[in-house]
């Protein structure tokens, strides 16, 4: 199996930044995780604070091979037309995660116009929400 997974902007401050919300845990951290607890999968991991970065590796990433996307958009779940079109036009199945419950913070970020194009949504689950997106694409085989 061959997941690429995205993180989009601010996340590569994970382990610093807003610790109350987002934890201690940094992003490369997080990816030698799943690299241990999974060590059949092939992973490609890619963070980008910028929006066309992220749509490009979307786009990219049928002719790429994956299996599946696990993309975390961040801010950009509540404001990224593009992304949202970029997930629907791929015929690789995403999952969208989220580190913190996006609908117990503020108001502007209940919504999620990225999630409706995604097969599923793990929200609020800390950094467990990456590893059920994991075993949910090897539940897929």
């Not at 590796?57 to 993309?71: K, N, P």
């Not at 992304?83 to 791929?90: G, L, N, Q, V």
């Amino acid at each position: 199996m061959k997941l690429l997974v995205l993180n989009g902007p601010n996340l590569n401050l994970l382990g610093r930044r807003e610790p109350e919300t987002y934890g201690h845990v940094s992003l490369a951290a997080i990816e030698k995780e799943l690299r241990d607890a999974f060590p059949d999968v092939s992973f490609e991991f890619f963070q980008s604070n910028h929006e066309g970065d992220l749509i490009d590796r979307l786009q990219q990433s049928a002719d790429a091979g994956f299996d599946g996307v696990i993309i975390n958009p961040a801010g950009y779940s509540h404001t990224s037309v593009a992304i949202r079109d970029a997930i629907s036009a791929t015929d690789t199945p995403v999952v969208e995660v989220h580190i913190s419950n996006i609908a117990s913070r503020e108001r502007f970020r209940h919504h999620s116009v990225t999630a409706a194009a995604a097969v599923g949504t793990i929200s609020g689950l800390g950094i467990a929400g990456y590893r059920l997106a994991v075993t949910w694409f090897l539940s897929r085989k």
